[in-house]
């Protein structure tokens, strides 16, 4: 108890000055998920943009809305299930957020009614199979059984046995070139790396796919809508059975949510920047975007 008050005196005297103040509350709750401490922000973060999702679910299912406190509560349990049942990789990045992501899909399809595990992405998958190394303890059942009745193959090689060996043709490089391959393959790496052209592929954000120029000469005050990071563009997070892009005519408003970006750390929120409706979407449901793409344009 002695230990617990001076941690509590620490908190409140120094930390408190330059942390957001619900943060300084100790909580057991912290010490069940598991997850570290650099995670909570991006988890909250996260947790605020699925708040509204959750909460249409829960209105369209008959429950009563969940506060943003509550659903912090459930959220720190479902990360302490999810956990041992993805086989406790380690809560590192990426892998803790791949816990974090799935207990944040968990919570949303439990509001709608559906089983947990309804929604789980690619990369999570991708640790789940053993593409990226061994996991530390066993996969639940309901996992395995997922995996299999959805045709996946558990992958019980090395990892690293995926990517190509490089050396040979960094070596005969070096030969061409009349350079040295240095003392050791390390080194001949770091050579062919500093030596090698350089192709830099980048998506052209300035040349989309779509004709600005007919959308700004149509509507000539229309505001453009930006992917804020590279990801998947999801207009809709399930709250419905079949998630959509929105049609002309959908209102926005400013500084709220229109739509989201999965990326691989977590979901960004994408916020217009003023009141209006959509004029143009130019962004399926699930289509890869780029960082500054943009995506539909609105009208006040």
Known sequence: ????????????????????????????????????????????????????????????????????DSLMVQLFREVEYVWPRLGYPPLVTPFSQYVKNTSLMNLLAMAQGKPR???????????ILGRMGRLPGELAPEIVALAKE????????????????????FREMMKQEGWDC??????????????APVTVKRPVV?????PVEEY????????????????????EIDVEDASAAPVAGTPVKAGKACGYVQTRYG??????????????????????VVKGEIVAFIVK
Do not use: H
């Not at 929604?119 to 998958?125: A, G, N, P, R, V």
């Not at 005050?221 to 992917?227: H, I, L």
């Open 206 to 210: 300035e040349m989309p796919e779509f």
């Open 182 to 195: 240095g003392q050791d393959d390390e080194e001949l790496f770091e050579k062919a790396k500093a030596g």
């Open 117 to 127: 595990f309804s929604t789980i992405d690619k990369d999570t998958w991708g640790m």
């Open 216 to 235: 700004t000469r149509k509507y000539p005050d229309a505001v453009p809508v930006q992917a804020p990071a590279a990801g998947k563009m999801l207009w």
């Open 1 to 68: 108890m002695q230990v617990r008050a001076l941690t509590q005196e620490f908190i409140d005297d120094f930390l408190g000055y330059w942390i957001n103040p619900a943060n300084s509350r100790m909580t057991s709750l912290l010490v069940g998920c598991g997850l570290p401490g650099g995670m909570m922000g991006s988890m909250m973060a996260d947790l605020k943009g699925f708040q509204t999702a959750i909460n249409d679910a829960e209105s369209k299912n008959g429950k009563p809305v969940s506060s943003l």
């Open 150 to 169: 959805k045709g996946f193959e558990f992958y019980e090689g090395n990892p690293q046995d995926m990517y190509p060996d490089e050396l040979p043709k």
């Open 267 to 288: 979901i960004e929120e994408m916020l217009p920047a003023a009141d209006g409706r959509f004029v143009a979407v130019l962004a399926a449901q699930g289509k890869d």
